[in-house]
């Protein structure tokens, strides 16, 4: 069973330029969740998508906003990049539900540098 | 809100030797739990879990226990090896279903 990929696994970007990031689940999960990691802030929540609706949502500015397709794949989207937003964003895939004891798979993640 | 503190790293200790990574957390609720592993260049690999008190989780030579009384999940390996050499987070995952990750603590594995 292939695992969670995420593209493209490295971008620079420019200060206000706009950037979308892409993420495929693992076969038959319906839950996707996105991270930003960051040296500084450690391992942040920016959102979750369940089948196609936004169910849950970090304390992230607006110009950060994701959305869910029809076949669970998700991006997500930076608008306004500024240099902070440098970090290594991460997707997770999960079976779904709120079941407080499923696990969250990992992708390799997409590191964005932002000049 | 939850939140989940874990020792400071980085953690040095040569092959062989007994390695603990401290970790509690605080949850208005009763949350599950897990310990993820990051290699370098790498995402997040889950090494393991427990989801009510005095579980045990394990794997790979790894194990931690859910002490409810003391809210910990500190992760234990009796004989760390070279390879061991990563990045480790604790999470707690309550109602609502997000990670919540404790700072991450780097080890080091020298032979």
């Known amino acids: 069973k292939a695992g969670v990929t995420q593209t493209p696994r490295y971008l620079i970007k420019t200060r206000g330029q706009q950037v979308t990031l892409s993420c495929s689940p693992i076969?038959?999960?319906?839950?996707v969740s996105w991270y930003q990691q960051t040296p500084g802030q450690g391992l942040q929540f920016l959102f979750e998508?369940?089948?196609?609706?936004?169910?849950n949502k970090g304390n992230f500015p607006g110009r950060f906003s994701g959305r869910q397709f029809s076949n669970s794949r998700s991006e997500m989207n930076v608008s306004t990049l500024e240099l902070g937003d440098s970090a290594l964003y991460l997707c997770?895939?999960?079976?779904?539900?709120?079941?407080?004891?499923?696990?969250?798979?990992f992708g390799q993640g997409t590191r964005l540098t932002v000049v | 809100g939850d939140s989940v503190t874990q020792m400071e790293g980085p953690v040095t200790l040569s092959e062989e030797a007994f390695l603990t990574i401290n970790c509690t957390y605080t949850?208005?609720?009763?949350?599950?739990l897990f310990w993820y592993v990051q290699y370098p260049g790498e995402g997040l690999q889950l090494l393991l879990k427990?989801?009510?008190?005095?579980d045990k989780g394990s794997n790979k030579g790894f194990e931690a226990t859910y002490r409810k009384e003391t809210t910990s999940f500190h992760l234990e390996k009796g004989s760390v090896q070279v390879s061991d050499s990563a990045v480790y987070f604790c999470?707690?995952?309550?109602?609502?279903?997000?990670?919540?990750f404790g700072q991450g603590t780097e080890l080091s594995v020298k032979p």
């Open positions: 997770a895939s999960s079976p779904g539900g709120t079941a407080m004891n499923t696990e969250a798979f």
């Open positions: 076969s038959g999960h319906r839950s």
């Open positions: 998508y369940f089948s196609e609706t936004q169910r």
């Open positions: 949850a208005t609720g009763y949350p599950s």
């Open positions: 427990a989801t009510k008190a005095d």
């Open positions: 999470a707690s995952k309550g109602e609502g279903g997000k990670l919540i």
